[in-house]
């Protein structure tokens, strides 16, 4: 069974700080990673995806990167703004295009 | 806005009534998933259409809950009799036809059982 851990937990930075989420899985028959941006009490808006057979992917300040082999992810935001606090949640596709979730990382970008 | 639209917001219901969601996906996209989310965890899977199609559904869903995705269009989670440890957020998500395509998401719908 796939299991998905996000570390760490919670982060809170200050404002202008590059920062680097983490997630690992257990099983890396994947087909993609996706990362997820979720406020509190919203649904979830997707942030990137990175095909099994990529090693990264870049939007704006946000880059992720993949080593299937490892079962690794990492989510790097460049300058953090307060406007980026909210949970971080990475996700792996498997048979079905059924997505395993990790509990996320709760980021806190302050003043 | 992702496209993926779930009515209502929010539900507040007691324990024993039924209650029943509507999940409208993006219009071209023929899979539709239903997950669950509780305080601080993660989303987890809880049955997913393809098409009219219901293809699979998780050991989370007990006899209690159905869901329906009549004509391939929009899709309805029910549950009845509920219990408190039903108090979760409700999640649809959308999937094109390709393969290997991101999920769209929905604002999701927050039960609490009172």
């Known amino acids: 069974k796939q299991e998905v851990t996000q570390i760490p937990a919670a982060l809170s930075v200050p404002e202008g700080e590059n920062l680097v989420l983490n997630c690992s899985f257990t099983d890396s028959a994947i087909y993609n990673l996706q990362w997820f941006r979720q406020d509190p009490g919203k649904g979830l808006t997707s942030l990137l995806l990175i095909q099994s057979s990529q090693r990264e992917q870049t939007s704006g300040r946000l880059n992720a990167s993949l080593d299937k082999s490892s079962g690794r992810s990492t989510l790097y935001i460049a300058a953090s703004q307060p406007g980026d606090s909210a949970t971080y949640l990475c996700?792996?596709?498997?048979?079905?295009?059924?997505?395993?979730f990790g509990t996320g990382t709760r980021l806190q970008v302050t003043l | 806005d992702t496209g993926v639209s779930q009515d209502p917001r929010h539900k507040i219901t007691k324990r024993g009534q039924n209650v029943t969601f509507r999940c409208d996906p993006i219009?071209?996209?023929?899979?539709l998933y239903w997950y669950r989310q509780t305080l601080g965890q993660g989303p987890e899977f809880l049955t997913y259409?393809?098409?009219?199609?219901?293809?699979?559904k998780s050991r989370l869903l007990s006899d209690r809950f159905s869901a329906e995705r009549p004509k391939g269009s929009f899709s309805t989670l029910e549950i009845q009799r509920t219990e408190q440890g039903d108090s979760a957020m409700y999640l649809c998500?959308?999937?094109?036809?390709?393969?290997?395509?991101?999920?769209?998401f929905g604002q999701g719908t927050r039960l609490t059982v009172v």
């Open positions: 996700a792996v596709t498997g048979t079905a295009s059924k997505l395993t």
């Open positions: 998500a959308s999937i094109p036809r390709a393969q290997n395509t991101e999920a769209f």
């Open positions: 219009s071209e996209h023929n899979r």
């Open positions: 259409f393809q098409n009219e199609a219901q293809l699979e």
